[in-house]
């Protein structure tokens, strides 16, 4: 097997950290623009609020089942295959999102692009075979300042369009970026040879079964049990007890199956099994506040789409001064690792 310390792709490594954060940074901007445009694609649809919000559950659904198989989906189909298709499948459903005129045809192509967004944000790991060790630190910085961007542009920009244009713009958007991510992507993304040689069995049908089945109950339980009175609702009881019986099954299932959907054998690593806590809590917080201040803001302060954009803009500056703070801080550590001498400061 082919050391995949020494590989280095034959494209400059920025290339192909702009065509993936190209692709990251469509997603997450559909996914803000989406939040504040929510009030008139109901008034537009002839829909309910309520009924609406099935527009971002269904995405959050399709988008949570594909995330975690990201990687058992890279191995088979191949990493660049299976990145390039996914951003081509989010930029049609991003069209068909536009061009649907009824709330069901919209949530459908939400699932679809939903399913399609998933594997663009799990894409660091091709950051991480792209640059070599000493540069990893900065190219990771300057991939998540770009990224960042996105909750900045998104509910500002898709305010704009949705009050002066339409919510559809909000998603027609998203085709000249996916146009230009899936054509970097496949001038200058390569598979590493270690990917290349693996061979990853057998689809696992039942994990796979099994991961659809808790998380799809437990992300509509978790959306729907405020508007149901919670356990009061048979429905909310139903899918409770769906999300906790697959939820165990699934965990049995991928320890004890030799080709696991998602190798939970990794998690006995302190370090990973940490940062995985942490990434949960952080995007729980995140992705909470983004769904629901839009909402809060539109239908009870009478803000318009583009007030609440703006509102929601700033607590996005702050984490780009977060991370542009980092990026300059790698960017400091990388001079002085290459420099001849220490690095002193300047006496004079």
Not at 62 to 78: D, E, K, R
Not at 212 to 230: E, S, Y
Not at 331 to 345: A, G
Request: hydrophobic share 50%.
């Amino acid at each position: 097997m082919a050391d995949t310390n020494e590989w280095r792709p034959r494209a400059n490594p920025w290339l192909i950290a702009g065509a993936v954060m190209a692709a990251t940074v469509m997603e997450v901007l559909d996914t803000s623009v989406a939040n504040v445009a929510l009030n008139h694609i109901a008034g537009n649809l002839s829909a309910s609020v309520d009924d609406a919000t099935w527009v971002l559950t269904s995405y959050l659904v399709s988008n949570a089942i594909i995330q975690p198989a990201t990687g058992w989906f890279g191995q088979y189909f191949s990493r660049r295959k299976f990145l390039i298709a996914c951003i081509c499948i989010f930029t049609l459903a991003s069209a068909w999102c536009g061009l649907a005129n009824s709330l069901g045809m919209l949530i459908l192509a939400r699932i679809v692009q939903g399913a399609g967004g998933g594997a663009l944000q799990p894409s660091q790991a091709v950051l991480l075979e792209t640059f070599p060790a000493e540069k990893r630190g900065l190219g990771m910085s300057v991939y998540t300042l770009g990224v960042v961007v996105a909750p900045i542009l998104g509910p500002t920009l898709g305010g704009w369009m949705t009050d002066n244009l339409s919510w559809r713009w909000g998603f027609y958007i998203n085709v000249p970026i996916g146009i230009l991510s899936a054509a970097m992507c496949f001038l200058f993304l390569e598979d590493p040879p270690y990917l290349k040689n693996t061979k990853p069995g057998r689809i696992d049908y039942i994990g796979f079964s099994l991961l659809t089945l808790w998380i799809g109950c437990l992300q509509v339980m978790l959306d729907k049990g405020q508007d149901a009175d919670w356990f009061s609702s048979t429905f909310i009881r139903v899918l409770a007890t769906g999300a906790a019986l697959g939820f165990i099954v699934f965990i049995f299932w991928e320890l004890k199956t030799p080709n696991p959907i998602v190798n939970l054998r990794v998690f006995p690593d302190r370090n990973l099994a940490i940062g995985a806590a942490l990434i949960f809590m952080v995007g729980a917080i995140l992705n909470g506040t983004t769904a629901i201040l839009p909402q809060f803001m539109q239908n009870l302060m009478n803000y318009t789409a583009l007030q609440a954009g703006l509102v929601i803009t700033d607590s996005a500056i702050i984490l780009t001064k977060l991370s542009t703070v980092a990026a300059g801080s790698e960017l400091f550590v990388l001079i002085r690792n290459i420099s001849n001498s220490p690095f002193e400061p300047s006496k004079t």
